[in-house]
């Protein structure tokens, strides 16, 4: 076969793919920028109501009403921080709170660090099972002191959300906050997300909150004092990734009454709620999303009066992969988390008693969370594909890309305004420069890494591949010693 | 061609375009807030000292509050402002003197009017002044605002009842909780309430009663903060009948607190395993808190229960109730619960 012949029979195929995929494609991307459009809408009411509340807030110290709350760590071998962070959770702000630790079967120093640092003692409690698990459960720890609110589990490794099960039955509080290891706290970040629970208390069970990322930050004993950008490209375009997630998206269907993903860096839920609905599903990849739905779907499925809410405050924050290689690992976690999950609640769609997560969030998520990659796949191929063959019309392809790039430019800025406007985390002018280079450059290189990193999660996936966890390298936070 | 060039053109001009403008924007947010602060901390500054010796209780023979008190234009504007926000934090004589500075502004009586203002803001902030200026001629007007349709403003109007006290406020605040479309936060109206003095405890009676659940675990909640033994009745009826969890056990809980040694009977019986296990748990918390010897043997029954967590907290309860609770853990010494109980308590008494 003659090159002629295969540069001739590839441009059939690439002007047939075209023409099939035309319509479509355009299609979904008026529809996808549309309802962006409409949640960033949704986000600018939700904010400027939220700001009149800012503005015009009466102080609230969690008296009265403040539900106790249970602070559930999991922690596998995070010796290096273990300590410092739980110092950080017992100091927060808020009346009456625990710190519960579950030690999934770390082999490096974590309990002794623990131990020595608390002077814990052990306890022969036996843990409720309301919630069944099947690791082993080694013993529970308590300070010696007999005052410091900090429970110590030890158990057999099995897993993150085995431990938080472990967790939520060792938890004495009536909610119960599920967190990262290594998240750091803002010292109100509890007042922030209770506050729902308390201003509705018979009605509310979840609330999420904002989280971001920590990465070149100054960090001392556990708390943020000088929040600044990350120093190298890929942190500085998660932070824009998060802003948008956070300010826009949740915020947005939060206002919508459809939230159904609740980050797992802190989510803040009713204890017997949880308990009800059986605790996180072990083995799980998204488990902070299947417990959403989980408990969406049995709380309609019995015609509950429920509520789940969102908090745009900043109330948590995390270190984000600064290597290529953690972050792929990340994203196909989550894709295929995504994809297991809204696979497991596909019965939900458009069934009239989910009401809108049945009409509107999860046929979204499917259309642009979890279909997306797949299509923007197609047109990272195509484009080049047909230039190169001179298929289009350079100038009009060129147009394409600057227009579908622009506009996701367009979304993130929308999330600055909303920052800037609501939070103004950063006080250097640098960071305004540097936000908004990163929401340019996401779309160079960055976003086709994750497009291709996302399907492969969700290939793993059909494939009935097992998943490996593989390990989040942190670099630390910059620590100040005094 | 499926888009017109010329479409496709508009369009990226319209995104780019866009992109600019929020660019701009950003910028334009930033620079406002900065110039702002900068503007009133150059208005302030010749009053920064003036507004500190007030506010520490400095100011003995009146000239620093006279000083405040002649402040006009711009300047007084951002001084009430600074009045207000420190208000929310001190107390006595020099509260009085500020709230004294911001009558002679007419601050107050601009506040009263402002009630009505079309901007949501406005209206709250006005609220909060009244509140926070201990203006008891202006509950009409703020119990009024608990209607409002802006949720910021019933939480003001709200919050500035409580600072002003007055009893007369509790039913409407009560009330306002279950509005329909336009409730108020259960936590202001509670810490509201909180600050009513004890002329509010018919009005709780009343709101244990009402439709709305969060009314009732409000009205439940108070009667046990403040001690309101008169509403025992009606707890009890909660606890027994209330369609809402939270509900009963808030009512078991200021049961536990406010209850009389006939209220041993009612907890028990909610000890029972056909209730949800967080209503049992919250009925042996308070059978400790009542202390009431007469729930021994029902506790003591407990200490073999299922759930090793109802278990504890009846061995920890009855190592409250004197040396006929001790007595009934004899036989249960190996049991991890009591084990447990008695070590937490052990290490309780070593620290104190």
């Known amino acids: ?482 | 061609m499926i888009i017109g060039a010329t479409l496709l053109v508009g369009a990226t001009v319209v995104v780019l375009g866009a992109c600019l403008l929020l660019v701009l924007l950003v910028v334009a947010v930033r620079a406002r807030r900065h110039a702002r602060l900068q503007r009133d901390a150059v208005l302030l500054s010749p009053l920064r000292m003036p507004l500190i010796t007030v506010a520490s209780g400095e100011d003995d023979d009146g000239s620093a509050a006279d000083e405040l008190r002649r402040a006009t234009g711009a300047t007084r504007d951002v001084l009430d402002r600074n009045v207000v926000a420190m208000l929310s934090k001190i107390r006595g004589v020099p509260a009085d003197q500020l709230v004294q500075v911001l009558e002679e502004h007419g601050a107050v009586e601009l506040a009263a009017a402002e009630l009505t203002s079309r901007s949501t803001v406005k209206r709250a902030r006005a609220a909060q002044l009244l509140g926070l200026a201990r203006a008891g001629h202006a509950v009409p007007l703020l119990v009024e605002a608990l209607g409002d349709e802006a949720v910021e403003v019933r939480n003001s109007a709200a919050y500035a009842l409580g600072l002003i006290g007055d009893p007369v406020a509790a039913g409407p605040v009560l009330a306002a909780i279950g509005a329909p479309e336009r409730g108020l936060p259960a936590a202001t109206a509670a810490e509201a309430l909180q600050s009513m003095g004890v002329g509010i405890s018919d009005v709780l009676r009343d709101g244990m009663a009402d439709a709305n659940a969060r009314t009732r675990m409000v009205a439940a909640h108070l009667s046990a903060e403040r001690s309101f033994t008169r509403g025992l009745p009606e707890l009890r009826q909660l606890l027994d009948h209330d369609p809402d969890l939270t509900v009963r056990e808030t009512s078991a809980t200021a049961i536990g607190r406010l209850g009389r040694g006939e209220d041993v009977d009612i907890l028990v019986r909610h000890t029972a395993e056909a209730d949800p296990l967080a209503l049992r748990r919250a009925c042996v918390v308070a059978l400790g808190e009542l202390g009431e010897t007469r729930a021994v043997p029902a506790l003591t029954a407990l200490l073999d229960d299922s759930d090793p967590r109802l278990a504890e907290l009846a061995a920890t309860a009855l190592l409250t109730m004197g040396p006929d609770g001790t007595a009934a853990l004899v036989g249960h010494e190996d049991d991890p619960a009591v084990r447990t109980a008695r070590l937490l308590v052990s290490l309780q008494k070593a620290s104190a």
């Open chain 1, 1 to 482: 076969m003659t090159w002629e012949a295969i540069t001739s029979g590839l441009r059939s195929f690439v002007v047939w793919s075209m023409d099939v995929t035309a319509v479509p494609i355009i299609l979904y991307f008026i529809l996808i920028n549309t309802s962006l459009l409409v949640i960033i809408g949704l986000a600018y009411l939700e904010f400027r109501a939220q700001q009149r509340r800012r503005s015009t807030a009466v102080v609230w110290q969690g008296a009265g009403l403040a539900p106790g709350v249970s602070l559930l760590v999991p922690a596998y071998n995070e010796e290096a921080g273990i300590v410092m962070a739980v110092k950080s959770f017992l100091t927060l702000r808020y009346p009456r709170h625990e710190v519960v630790v579950i030690d999934d079967g770390s082999t490096d120093e974590t309990f002794a660090r623990l131990e020595e640092a608390f002077d814990l003692v052990q306890v022969p409690r036996e843990l409720p099972h309301e919630i069944p698990v099947r690791a082993r459960v080694l013993g529970v720890f308590v300070p010696r002191d007999g005052r410091t609110r900090l429970v110590v589990v030890r158990k057999e490794n099995s897993g993150k959300t085995e431990a938080l099960n472990v967790g939520v039955n060792a938890a004495n509080e009536p909610l119960v906050a599920m967190l990262d290891g290594d998240s750091i706290l803002e010292p109100d970040g509890l007042l922030h997300v209770t506050r729902p629970f308390a201003d509705d208390p018979t009605r509310m069970v979840a609330t999420g909150g904002a989280i971001r990322p920590v990465n070149g930050s100054r960090v001392v004993s556990g708390r943020i004092v000088r929040v600044e950008m990350p120093q190298t490209w890929l942190p500085r375009i998660q932070l824009v990734e998060y802003l948008r997630a956070f300010l826009l998206g949740r915020t947005g269907w939060s206002r919508l009454g459809g939230l159904i993903l609740i980050s797992g860096a802190f989510g803040l839920f009713r204890r017997d709620v949880v308990v009800e609905v059986g605790g996180l599903e072990p083995g799980t990849i998204g488990e902070d999303f299947e417990l959403v739905m989980r408990i969406h779907k049995k709380l309609r499925d019995e015609g509950r009066d429920y509520r789940i809410e969102f908090v745009p405050e900043p109330v948590s924050w995390t270190e984000v992969p600064v290597t290529a290689k953690v972050l792929r690992n990340q994203r196909r976690r989550w894709h295929r988390g995504l994809w297991e999950t809204l696979w497991a609640y596909r019965s939900m769609l458009f069934r009239p008693k989910y009401g809108r997560i049945g009409w509107l969030a999860l046929p979204y998520y499917w259309l642009f969370e979890l279909i997306a990659p797949l299509l923007e796949l197609f047109g990272i191929l195509i484009v080049p594909l047909a230039l190169l063959l001179g298929v289009v019309n350079v100038p009009f392809a060129i147009l394409f890309l600057v227009l579908a790039y622009g506009y996701a430019v367009l979304v993130t800025l929308a999330a600055m305004v909303v920052d800037e406007w609501a939070f103004h985390k950063h006080d250097r002018w640098r960071a305004v420069w540097q936000t908004i280079a990163a929401s340019v450059l996401e779309n160079i290189g960055y976003r086709q890494a994750t497009v291709w990193w996302r399907l492969e999660g969700w290939w793993s996936s059909l494939r009935g591949k097992k998943h490996v966890w593989g390990v989040m390298t942190r670099t630390g936070f910059d620590e100040d010693p005094a």
